[in-house]
Every structure is written in structure tokens, then in C-alpha cells.
């Protein structure tokens, strides 16, 4: 069963930076694209970065600039470099396959931009 599993998470002040790292199971990591994608208060969940299996990337224009996404696929683990953080940014972020896979989806991990 696949399963994908998001940390790194928290509160930081605006213009901070995290960096979000998802584990995921080797039966899909090696094939497939992968995404980062996020769920504010009220929003529809949304597609921020994704990155696919030869390493290209697209972004979304929002965070465009600041967010960098990169894999290790010895690690099988996508990761998310969140830097000058906006409280519009606080979301709960998840990974999945990009497109997602509904029955992929985790817990995410909660990202909170405040002072």
C-alpha cells in the first residue's frame, strides 16, 4: 500500500522560510511525477509545485520565486524549500502524485504564516 507521509511543518513570521519533506513509498516514487499542494481555510486544495521523474518543475505563479521543490529518489522523499513566507502561504500542505491519486492522499502538515 502506498503510502506518503508530510513533516516539517509550523508557525513562522512572515518572510521566513521551512522546508517541508514527504516520504513516500518506492512504488511510486521512481515513476511517477511528483506535487505539493495545499488546502487554506475556506479554499479548495491547490496545486503549488511539482516536480516530475527527470526533474523538471513548474510552479504555481503565487509562488513563483519563493518555493523550490527537489527529490531524492534514494530517499524516495520530495521536499518543499518554502522561503519569504506570506500569511497568505498558511495553508495545510500535502504531497501526492501530480495529477493526485485520490486514495494517496495523507495527514499533510500544517504551515502557518503569522506574527
Known amino acids: 500500500q502506498v503510502q506518503l507521509v508530510e513533516s516539517g511543518g509550523g508557525l513562522v513570521q512572515p518572510g521566513g522560510s521551512l522546508r517541508l519533506s514527504c516520504a513516500a513509498s518506492?512504488?511510486?516514487?521512481?515513476?511517477?511525477?511528483m506535487g505539493w499542494y495545499r488546502q487554506a481555510p475556506g479554499k479548495q486544495r491547490e496545486l503549488v509545485a511539482a516536480i516530475n521523474s527527470g526533474g523538471s518543475t513548474n510552479y504555481a505563479n503565487s509562488v513563483k520565486g519563493r518555493f523550490t521543490i527537489s527529490r531524492d529518489n534514494a530517499k524516495n522523499t520530495v521536499y518543499l524549500q518554502m522561503n519569504g513566507l506570506k500569511p497568505e502561504d498558511t495553508a495545510v500542505y500535502y504531497c501526492?502524485?501530480?495529477?493526485?491519486?485520490?486514495?494517496?492522499w495523507g495527514q499533510g502538515t500544517q504551515v502557518t504564516v503569522s506574527s
Open positions: 518506492g512504488s511510486i516514487f521512481s515513476i511517477n511525477a
Open positions: 501526492n502524485r501530480d495529477p493526485p491519486f485520490k486514495d494517496y
